[in-house]
Nanobody, 115 residues
Framework: QVQLVESGGGLVQPGESLRLSCAAS????????MGWYRQASGKEREMVAS???????SYADSVQGRFTISRDNAKNTVDLQMNSLKYEDTAVYYC?????????WGQGTLVTVSS
């Protein structure tokens, strides 16, 4: 059974940092492309950051330079370090794994940036 479990969301003020973590099980983690997506209220889900099996990373323009994605193949986890958070970063953040034609999503964790 595949499980992607996100954690680390919460309420922060603008300019603060937050670290999200996704623990994966039931997948061949080291061979999976992992990513973080987000969906703000009333908007479509968008890619935030992804990391390849070799560790290559890509980011949405809106988070480039502020967010960092990393993976630990020994622990089957993928993290998203979010710095200098802005109001517009408020969203539900989802973890996603991709392997071949298979794609799995976590349930999401809410990040709220508010003063």
């Amino acid at each position: 059974q595949v499980q992607l479990v996100e954690s680390g969301g919460g309420l922060v003020q603008p300019g603060e940092s937050l670290r999200l973590s996704c623990a994966a099980s039931g997948i061949i983690f080291r061979a999976s492309i992992m990513g973080w997506y987000r969906q703000a209220s009333g908007k479509e889900r968008e890619m935030v950051a992804s990391i390849s099996i070799g560790g290559g990373t890509s980011y949405a323009d809106s988070v480039q330079g502020r967010f960092t994605i990393s993976r630990d193949n020994a622990k089957n986890t993928v993290d998203l370090q979010m710095n200098s958070l802005k109001y517009e970063d408020t969203a539900v953040y989802y973890c996603r794994s991709r392997f071949g034609g298979d794609s799995y999503w976590g349930q999401g964790t809410l990040v709220t940036v508010s003063s």
